[in-house]
């Protein structure tokens, strides 16, 4: 037998995975890298969820499909993950009513071996459970969000997350208190902040 993958941890490099995909835009499959060498170097938001033709699932992913236009305007590209195959994503969309508007790759992740490496893999049923993921362009794992089946997660929070993961990145030092989006205030931690931090913010 040999050794189990490490399971990945915030902070972690993801390793080269290269999943089969369907292309909702083209209607077509093919392949989709995710990872450090992966060619288009854009932040990625991974979206795991548990199974096509499911109840929670297609409000999650109508959800993540009318803020697409946002997640690309800021350079990231969201990607709908699930065990089931790529035939199975083309079929649901097509069927689904809720889905007509997804036009962001739907991957799958068929043996469960990126499920495994992020721990949401559930043996006994062989599917994911719900995890929100959030690569930088290095492939490195910034976020994750891992819920339980029976409650949907929020875009918009997901898209909050992303931009302040990429603000700080930008301006390395720096950090973003509770419930930042852009414009807000920042924080650069130091000594001269400690007990302070309502003036810092004021």
Sequence with gaps: MGEESPVLKLGDVLPDVTLAAYF????????IRIGPSATDKRWAVLVFYPAD???????????????????KSV????IGVSTDTVYTHKAWL?????LSNVR???AADHNGHLARLLN??????GTAMRGTFIVDPEGILRAQEVTWYDVGRNASETLRLLEAFQYVREHPGMACPAGWTRGKKTLKPGMDIVGKV???LS
């Design 104 to 106: 962001f790759p739907m």
């Design 198 to 200: 309502h003036e810092a």
């Design 53 to 71: 033709f499911t109840f929670v699932c297609p409000t999650e992913l109508a959800d993540f499909a009318e803020h697409y236009e946002a997640f």
């Design 120 to 125: 949401i893999y559930n043996e006994a049923d």
């Design 75 to 78: 350079g990231a590209e969201v």
């Design 24 to 31: 909702p835009e083209t209607k077509t499959e093919g392949t």
């Design 94 to 98: 097509e069927a689904e009513k809720l």
